[in-house]
């Protein structure tokens, strides 16, 4: 067998002039990274310049994916760039069914239309320490349930314990009813989801939210993030600016969390990731 190939690991906006910026400030010219990148691979001090009979393999360090402000590369780009990652069948198959599931509950509960709230509660042990707590999140979202007036819900959620006690406290305290995925699947249905990885159940939690009326979550979850912005598309189909955190919003969504740093508060998500 041959040799594994070579990898040049590169970090985009070291290769601009920074000119002593914030080292964690994001890639704002973006706009000249192929001229620069391509001045890089011709520079022989960083390797042979590739040609097509000896190429080379260039591998983005992490952290690319919130470097770049996507609305810089325009709306059409920033909207559809990260519908190329397609979910797998098997799961976007069962997220369906369990949204109808969901529906079918909300309506026999009495919501109109099927209508009900999506909830991301994010306490699960790798959560990073500054992030909001359960009473922080709890609160939060039991006072947009009561403000908006639901009375059944959908709750995502990695820690059962903390969920138990988040359903108890819907019935006291807004007298709402809250499921999981765990509760809304049967028989081969829910085999099918217990034989999936904690992060392929996700993606089940990802559909079903996506399909909710309205949406609670936290920041700075890239979860809950991704999916308020995602649901931002619903509104114009384009995502055209950045969405205004610590604000209502656009009516889709609520993100409970601290935004008054950007770089603390890991703001630069809702400007460098693709919905």
């Known amino acids: 067998a041959g040799e594994s190939p070579k990898i040049n690991n590169i970090t985009p906006k070291d290769l601009g002039n920074r000119d002593g910026c914030d080292p964690g400030d994001q890639n704002r010219h973006t706009d000249r990274f192929g001229q620069s990148f391509r001045r890089w691979l011709k520079n022989e001090k960083h390797g042979h310049p590739p040609t097509k009979e000896k190429p080379r393999l260039i591998r983005f360090n992490w952290g690319v994916l919130f470097d770049w402000q996507i609305y810089r590369d325009g709306p059409e780009m920033a909207a559809t760039f990260g519908g190329i990652l397609k979910l797998n069948d098997k799961f976007l198959r069962l997220g369906k069914k369990t949204l109808e599931k969901m529906h079918a509950f909300a309506r026999a509960d009495g919501a109109k239309d099927g209508a009900f709230l999506g909830i991301h509660l994010r306490t699960e042990s790798d959560a990073l320490g500054f992030w909001p707590h359960y009473d922080t999140q709890s609160e939060a979202y039991l006072k947009q349930a009561q403000k908006r007036g639901y009375q059944t819900a959908y709750l995502a959620t990695g820690n059962m314990t903390e969920a138990d006690k988040f359903v108890d406290a819907a019935v ?3 007298q709402m009813r809250v499921v999981t995925k765990m509760d809304l699947l049967s028989d081969d249905d829910l085999d099918e989801l217990e034989s999936f990885s904690w992060d392929q159940q996700g993606l089940i939690d990802y559909v079903v939210l996506l399909g909710s009326e309205f949406f609670v979550g936290v920041q700075p979850s890239s979860f809950s993030v991704h999916l308020a912005m995602k649901r931002h598309l619903k509104t114009g189909g384009l995502y055209t600016r950045p969405y205004k955190t610590g604000t209502d919003g656009d009516g ?24």
Do not use: Q, T
């Open 252 to 275: 889709l969504s609520h993100i409970v969390g601290k935004f008054e740093r950007y770089w603390g508060g890991w703001l630069f998500l809702w400007d460098g990731m693709w919905p």
């Open 172 to 174: 006291e305290m807004a």
